[in-house]
């Protein structure tokens, strides 16, 4: 096994580091409730992403990725349909799907591959069925659990994508529901109302939405995850009729709702501030992958080389330089993917954001402690906690740190695990 002795600053050796910790299914699933252990957000199929990419590095990693993968499919209820990538089933097919191409033999694992493609093909399937009858029956909005990175098509679909190019003719149907299905949504205009604004009754019950309602502008849960998702799409050459206008039309609203005194993006714009044509100063996270400008600028340097507007790409960087200019100032907490520091380092790495980069690196850096039980700790407010997963754990982390580091990969990659967070 490849061992980091030296748990000090740098890429390389807080990857490992936290590698190693997770090396063994069970640690992972003695950290965690029973219901989180097969989810990809928080269990087995994360951290067996994390060894898959390592696998170039020590063969070790690559046994781990397959000991995980056989752990998380014990831990994931047969009848579970739940159709957003990062939870469980779900979660374990991405993690398949994208996960065995880095290993060095993926035939190994060809049989599981396919059969995640096709069970994935059919939930998208399934979903945009049901969400097409519910139109038809009177149905007003789209919720969250429909369209959304974590729960919904832009997450699904982004996958379906990567195993459509793979070869996995099975992952065109859900590909194609998701595509025509996020197409309509942004392209559905009911008055100042976008096809993702959503009342306020009509939120997740975690969620505090203004009385008025509102759109999300993020790219976990907000239109900058769909965009993202069709940008990336028709960049492949998979398009369905429209959407090209919705990326278009997508890109534009995002562009149109950014605060032109801060560069940053409301986390949400109220019933009320689209009825007005303009918002409060933004509030709430405004510097993470999760929402603000890491996300959403990637979103839009996608849709610009998409839709070959030059000027949406430029509005993208310009977003990236102003977020360069404030390090120690940003809206980011603690190191980990979703709303921390690697969430940062990611989206700026994919958008060549040296600076932006750099100095995410160095404040991931900076968070690793070698007596903490993974290495990196999730933080909220002021309680940090132990998680090893993939968005708020120590496993998104150390991919990250694995790309800043520049770990190498097998040539014939046809997608990254960044996809996941729809970057690729």
Same mark, same amino acid.
């Given at each position: 096994?490849?061992?980091?002795?030296? $748990?000090?600053?740098?890429?390389?050796?807080?990857?490992?580091?936290?590698?190693?910790?997770?090396?063994?299914?069970?640690?992972?699933?003695?950290?965690?409730?029973?219901?989180?252990?097969?989810?990809?957000?928080?269990?087995?199929?994360?951290?067996?992403?994390?060894?898959?990419?390592?696998?170039?590095?020590?063969?070790?990693?690559?046994?781990?990725?397959?000991?995980?993968?056989?752990?998380?499919?014990?831990?994931?209820?047969?009848?579970?349909?739940?159709?957003?990538?990062?939870?469980?089933?779900?979660? $374990?097919?991405?993690?398949?799907?994208?996960?065995?191409?880095?290993?060095?033999?993926?035939?190994?694992?060809?049989?599981?591959?396919?059969?995640?493609?096709?069970?994935?093909?059919?939930?998208?399937?399934?979903?945009?069925?049901?969400?097409?009858?519910?139109?038809?029956?009177?149905?007003?909005?789209?919720?969250?659990?429909?369209?959304?990175?974590?729960?919904?098509?832009?997450?699904?679909?982004?996958?379906?994508?990567?195993?459509?190019?793979?070869?996995?003719?099975?992952?065109?149907?859900?590909?194609?529901?998701?595509?025509?299905?996020?197409?309509?949504?942004?392209?559905?205009?009911?008055?100042?109302?976008?096809?993702?604004?959503?009342?306020?009754?009509?939120?997740?019950?975690?969620?505090?939405?203004?009385?008025?309602?509102?759109?999300?502008?993020?790219?976990?849960?907000?239109?900058?995850?769909?965009?993202?998702?069709?940008?990336?799409?028709?960049?492949?050459?998979?398009?369905?009729?429209?959407?090209?206008?919705?990326?278009?039309?997508?890109?534009?609203?995002?562009?149109?709702?950014?605060?032109?005194?801060?560069?940053?993006?409301?986390?949400?714009?109220?019933?009320?501030?689209?009825?007005?044509?303009?918002?409060?100063?933004?509030?709430?996270?405004?510097?993470?992958?999760?929402?603000?400008?890491?996300?959403?600028?990637?979103?839009?340097?996608?849709?610009?080389?998409?839709?070959?507007?030059?000027?949406?790409?430029?509005?993208?960087?310009?977003?990236?330089?102003?977020?360069?200019?404030?390090?120690?100032?940003?809206?980011?907490?603690?190191?980990?993917?979703?709303?921390?520091?690697?969430?940062?380092?990611?989206?700026?790495?994919?958008?060549?954001?040296?600076?932006?980069?750099?100095?995410?690196?160095?404040?991931?850096?900076?968070?690793?402690?070698?007596?903490?039980?993974?290495?990196?700790?999730?933080?909220?407010?002021?309680?940090?906690?132990?998680?090893?997963?993939?968005?708020?754990?120590?496993?998104?982390?150390?991919?990250?740190?694995?790309?800043?580091?520049?770990?190498?990969?097998?040539?014939?990659?046809?997608?990254?695990?960044?996809? $996941?967070?729809?970057?690729?």
């Amino acid at each position: 096994m490849v061992t980091s002795d030296a $748990l000090g600053g740098n890429a390389e050796q807080q990857c490992l580091a936290v590698a190693e910790r997770l090396l063994r299914p069970e640690t992972v699933t003695a950290a965690l409730p029973a219901e989180a252990a097969g989810s990809l957000a928080d269990g087995l199929p994360g951290t067996a992403l994390l060894h898959a990419r390592l696998a170039v590095v020590h063969p070790d990693f690559a046994t781990a990725a397959a000991d995980h993968w056989t752990h998380a499919a014990r831990q994931t209820p047969r009848d579970l349909h739940r159709t957003g990538v990062f939870h469980a089933g779900a979660g $374990l097919a991405a993690s398949l799907i994208i996960g065995v191409s880095y290993l060095p033999d993926p035939t190994s694992h060809a049989t599981s591959t396919a059969r995640a493609a096709r069970w994935l093909s059919a939930q998208a399937v399934a979903l945009a069925e049901h969400h097409r009858a519910a139109f038809a029956h009177g149905a007003m909005d789209t919720p969250w659990h429909v369209y959304d990175v974590i729960t919904g098509l832009a997450g699904t679909g982004r996958v379906l994508l990567a195993a459509h190019r793979s070869g996995h003719a099975a992952a065109e149907p859900g590909l194609v529901a998701a595509l025509t299905t996020l197409t309509k949504l942004i392209n559905h205009r009911a008055g100042s109302r976008p096809g993702w604004w959503l009342p306020a009754d009509r939120h997740p019950e975690a969620v505090t939405a203004h009385s008025s309602g509102a759109a999300t502008t993020g790219m976990a849960h907000g239109i900058a995850g769909p965009l993202a998702f069709l940008a990336t799409a028709h960049l492949a050459g998979c398009t369905v009729a429209g959407q090209r206008d919705a990326i278009t039309h997508a890109a534009a609203w995002l562009l149109r709702w950014r605060d032109e005194h801060t560069g940053t993006w409301p986390p949400h714009i109220t019933g009320d501030d689209l009825d007005a044509g303009h918002a409060a100063p933004p509030t709430g996270r405004a510097d993470a992958w999760c929402y603000g400008i890491p996300g959403i600028s990637r979103a839009l340097s996608l849709a610009g080389q998409a839709a070959q507007e030059p000027a949406v790409e430029e509005a993208a960087r310009d977003a990236l330089r102003l977020l360069a200019e404030r390090p120690g100032c940003w809206d980011a907490e603690g190191p980990t993917l979703c709303h921390g520091y690697a969430g940062v380092l990611r989206s700026a790495g994919a958008m060549h954001s040296t600076v932006v980069a750099e100095h995410a690196a160095a404040a991931v850096a900076d968070a690793f402690d070698p007596t903490r039980r993974f290495g990196f700790a999730h933080v909220a407010g002021s309680i940090a906690t132990d998680r090893p997963g993939f968005l708020t754990g120590a496993a998104g982390t150390a991919l990250a740190l694995a790309e800043h580091a520049a770990f190498p990969v097998p040539e014939d990659l046809r997608a990254t695990w960044d996809v $996941l967070l729809l970057l690729s």
